[in-house]
């Protein structure tokens, strides 16, 4: 599903920041788009920056219930600062998965936005997270038959010529004993 993506200009708040940008909502089936301006007040400007398909998969239909189950679901839009000074982010991945939004967060050089999810899509999402959800049956470690506290033949006795041996005592190889 094409998610056009809407981010916000607002003046900065610290002098080393001249603007400060925030992605502040999604549109659902959107044309394309780059960079188009959505609204102008005052010194606060939105943009509809990129239009970018929310591919979802099966395997990670876990993770679409997880963000579901939020108090508000949300889609996650990762952004990363650009070099142009007319367009100084680009918009890398929309996802409604909030596994994959963590990794792109733990990297550090993307910015990742949260996007509350208009109620069609949200729907949209569950449909496909319930379709393709495989409950994963509990099993129960069990542990091994064998014995470990029993002691380990030869570790210790005199009478077994060894290499090294860390439980035989030092005075016992000085008394001739051990060749």
């Not at 200009?9 to 788009?33: C, D, E, N, Q």
């Not at 997880?66 to 839009?77: I, T």
């Not at 091994?144 to 005199?158: N, S, T, V």
């Not at 009478?159 to 190889?173: A, G, K």
């Amino acid at each position: 599903m094409p998610l056009g993506i809407v981010i916000r200009r607002t003046p900065g708040v610290t002098r080393w920041a001249k603007w400060s940008w925030k992605a502040t909502g999604i549109l659902p089936g959107a044309p394309p788009a780059d960079w188009q301006l959505l609204r102008k007040e005052a010194d606060i400007t939105e943009y509809h920056i990129a239009t970018l398909p929310l591919e979802m998969h099966g395997a990670d239909a876990e993770a679409y219930l997880q963000g579901l189950s939020a108090k508000v679901p949300c889609v996650y839009v990762i952004l990363r600062e650009s070099d142009e000074p007319t367009r100084p982010l680009s918009a890398l991945l929309v996802t409604a998965s909030p596994y994959e939004a963590q990794d792109y967060a733990d990297n550090g050089e993307d910015l990742v936005e949260k996007v509350a999810m208009p109620e069609g899509l949200v729907a949209w999402v569950r449909d496909f997270a319930l379709a393709h959800h495989e409950e994963e049956i509990f099993k129960k470690r069990r542990r091994d038959k064998k014995r470990i506290d029993k002691i380990e033949d030869g570790i210790g006795d005199a009478r077994i010529v060894q290499v090294s041996d860390v439980y035989r005592s030092p005075t016992s190889s000085r008394k001739g004993r051990l060749q």
